[in-house]
């Protein structure tokens, strides 16, 4: 996760920006949060969940999730997915390193035909954004997804790195 610590900060530092900007959160909520962010990337303990979004929803209750999710749909145009209805697979073929995908809230969820897929709660942070697209060096179709979904979508994909990984120490 520490090798991620520049794009964490940077990709919260826009996102708390894109927030207040459109009238979904204040400043001083802004800044109610970045000081428990900040507090939480100083801990390797609390790095994997270390995020803006994650102290304004939970931990503050000063962000409505649905509401940002549909200001994410209506002005940016993208659609909105569940990955709880989503069969995820193995990261492993896209070069997706699952501690990237927890340090930006972000889920390359499939690949066709040079499309690839992928769901965020940091869409509106164009860091991640930017990264993403790098890194998959493809086309992407951009869906917001909630925390909840992003985060037991993550679990999942853990699981399966889990169970590769079991199967191939026991072939040997």
Request: net charge negative.
């Amino acid at each position: 996760m520490q090798q991620h610590r520049a794009l964490i900060l940077r990709s919260n530092r826009f996102l708390g920006s894109s927030l207040v900007s459109k009238g979904l959160i204040s400043s001083e909520d802004l800044g109610a949060a970045n000081e428990k962010f900040m507090a939480a990337i100083q801990s390797p303990e609390l790095l994997r969940n270390a995020s803006i979004l994650t102290t304004l929803l939970y931990d503050l209750k000063v962000l409505n999730e649905a509401k940002l999710l549909e200001h994410i749909v209506e002005e940016y145009g993208i659609g909105l997915i569940d990955l709880n209805y989503v069969e995820l697979r193995t990261l492993r073929p896209m070069n997706a390193e699952l501690s990237l995908c927890w340090a930006s809230s972000t889920i390359p969820f499939d690949h066709v035909e040079g499309t690839y897929m992928v769901a965020s709660c940091y869409y509106i942070s164009a860091p991640v954004v930017k990264y993403w697209e790098e890194l998959l060096d493809g086309k992407v179709v951009w869906y917001a997804a909630s925390m909840a979904s992003i985060n037991r979508g993550l679990e999942r994909i853990e699981e399966i790195h889990a169970a590769e990984d079991a199967a191939a120490e026991e072939k040997g």
